[in-house]
């Protein structure tokens, strides 16, 4: 777990902060994009292992750089989870269903903000079994 890069793409300042501090204290490294023009070339020039996406954003939202970030040989394996407080009951669906490998609601959980993370990092790092 130590040392690994998460970007955090968010408009919202005090957000970004409280998922700065909470990742920072557990020895994660982060580097923050205050919107998704900006988290698009962060993802390109840093590889993080795992991005924390807002889908509302100025400029491009957070489904538009995911769309981005799938067509692109070098980020689309990064696993994103979506952090929105727009989401509610089968829309969640629809976020999912647009390629995010997992969703967090705001307020966000710290603790179950971890688990989802530590759950996608741990399936990336995994060995793959010969076919």
Do not use: H, W
């Amino acid at each position: 777990m130590a040392n690994e890069l998460i970007l955090i793409v968010e408009d919202d300042d005090n957000s970004r902060k409280l998922l700065r501090d909470a990742l920072q204290v557990i020895g994660y490294e982060t580097a923050e994009a205050e919107n998704g023009e900006i988290g698009l070339r962060l993802a390109a020039e840093r590889r993080p292992a795992l991005i924390l996406m807002d889908i509302q954003m100025p400029g491009i939202s957070g489904f538009e750089a995911l769309r981005s970030l799938r067509s692109d040989p070098d980020t689309r394996a990064i696993p994103v989870i979506a952090v929105t407080a727009s989401v509610m009951g089968a829309q969640q669906n629809d976020v999912l269903r647009a390629g995010f490998d997992g969703l967090e609601s705001k307020p966000v959980s710290i603790v179950g903000l971890l688990r989802k993370m530590r759950a996608l990092l741990d399936r990336q790092s995994a060995p793959s079994l010969p076919t």
